[in-house]
């Protein structure tokens, strides 16, 4: 082959791995769109947590500020937790007592309760977070009785490591591109949790009203992360302040 053919046919690959990406993006704006309905939201979540056996183990409530550019703020409701707050901007995590006049940093990894890290609740934007490639066309679900549905399957790699996984395989449906379920890979590329998504109207999804999470390191145990509620919220620039949130202000 000669030099100019060479130059063309490379100049073809990096022109279909570029659209390639593209289309990607789209697709994961559109999956985006049905755990975050508006730019800013505040969502009301309750996490269950049930032991391998069936049987419920805690319960706990949170508020969750999903707002632009990243940022997000947690108020925990329930009694053994109230007036904590996790605050992300970015890649920063905070966690800040009632207690305590300092904010303290954690990682997005950090344990809120069962196998919902404080990641899996603070974060809901997938094509801000991911770069990916589109890996082909596949039974939704195992079994036979799920086969009938056809999934796209994307592998996604993080953009930077302070996300709370670096690698996730997603499934999305192949029309409306509604989240199916993923596997979760942490830092070391270990296999650390299984998601299911439970749409609102299987038929004609509009939204996630839950995720579930299955354990695949240690405890066995499921974690449900319901939606109870979402409304369209834009909160004070100040409530995203974590100097301001030490002073532990009312928020309402």
């Not at 769109?33 to 391998?52: C, G, H, P, W, Y």
């Not at 989240?179 to 439970?198: C, E, G, M, N, T």
Request: net charge positive; charged share 25%; glycine share 4%.
């Amino acid at each position: 082959m000669k030099p100019i053919q060479y130059f063309i046919a490379a100049a073809f690959t990096l022109a279909a791995l570029a659209a390639q990406a593209q289309d990607v993006t789209a697709l994961l704006k559109a999956t985006d769109k049905f755990r975050m309905s508006a730019d800013n939201l505040q969502v009301e979540t309750q996490i269950n947590v049930l032991n391998a056996d069936g049987s419920p183990d805690k319960e706990r409530r949170y508020t969750v500020f999903a707002q632009t550019g990243r940022q997000s703020l947690v108020l925990m409701q329930s009694p053994a937790e109230k007036g904590q707050k996790v605050l992300m901007l970015g890649d920063d995590f905070w966690l800040l007592m009632p207690s305590s006049q300092r904010p303290l940093r954690i990682t997005p990894m950090q344990k809120l309760l069962g196998d919902a890290s404080t990641g899996d609740v603070a974060t809901m934007s997938w094509a801000e977070d991911y770069n990916g490639k589109l890996a082909g066309e596949e039974a939704c679900e195992e079994g036979a009785a799920a086969a009938k549905q056809t999934c796209l399957h994307l592998s996604l790699n993080a953009r930077r490591k302070g996300v709370t996984y670096q690698r996730i395989e997603l499934w999305i449906g192949k029309t409306r591109h509604e989240p199916v379920r993923a596997d979760l890979y942490v830092l070391s590329d270990k296999l650390a949790k299984q998601a299911r998504f439970v749409m609102d109207k299987p038929g004609a999804p509009t939204m996630v009203t839950e995720m579930v999470l299955a354990d695949q390191v240690s405890n066995h145990k499921t974690t449900h992360v319901r939606y109870l509620s979402r409304k369209e919220r834009q909160v004070p620039p100040q409530w995203l302040n974590p100097m301001f949130l030490v002073r532990n202000p009312p928020l309402e």
